[in-house]
Nanobody, 125 residues
Framework: VQLQASGGGLVQAGGSLTLSCVAS????????AGWFRQAPGKEREFVAA????????YYADSVKGRFTISRDNAKNTVFLQMNSLKPEDTAVYYC???????????????????WGQGTQVTVSS
């Protein structure tokens, strides 16, 4: 699938943003999806993932309780609702998808075949 991420921007600490990732080209409802982020000088890190049907979600400890991943398969879209944002959340956020994602390895970027182009999130203190 082709993925297009959007919704990034500049927000003050404590604020909220919602990222969207729209898929095209294949039956997105059969793909698991995830969000990763990469800050300057750092490796890409896992943020959240969701199963193809939306019944299972996974979160990095650093965002648990603040971020929520969801999906609307009728609209081929995955969302990342980000609340209580912190300056350390500043990064480029990428959405990713894979039709055969093993739930044991959702945190591994190498497990995802398809990637979006990234959207910048900047949180000011």
């Amino acid at each position: 699938v082709q993925l297009q991420a959007s919704g990034g921007g500049l927000v003050q600490a404590g604020g909220s943003l919602t990222l969207s990732c729209v898929a095209s080209g294949r039956t997105f409802s059969s793909y698991a999806a995830g969000w990763f982020r990469q800050a300057p000088g750092k490796e890409r890190e896992f943020v959240a993932a969701i199963s193809w049907g939306g019944s299972r979600t996974y979160y990095a400890d650093s965002v648990k309780g603040r971020f929520t991943i969801s999906r609307d398969n009728a609209k081929n879209t995955v969302f990342l609702q980000m609340n209580s944002l912190k300056p350390e959340d500043t990064a480029v956020y990428y959405c990713a998808a894979d039709p055969y994602l093993d739930s044991n390895y959702v945190t591994r970027p190498s497990e995802y075949d398809d990637w979006g182009q990234g959207t910048q999130v900047t949180v000011s203190s």
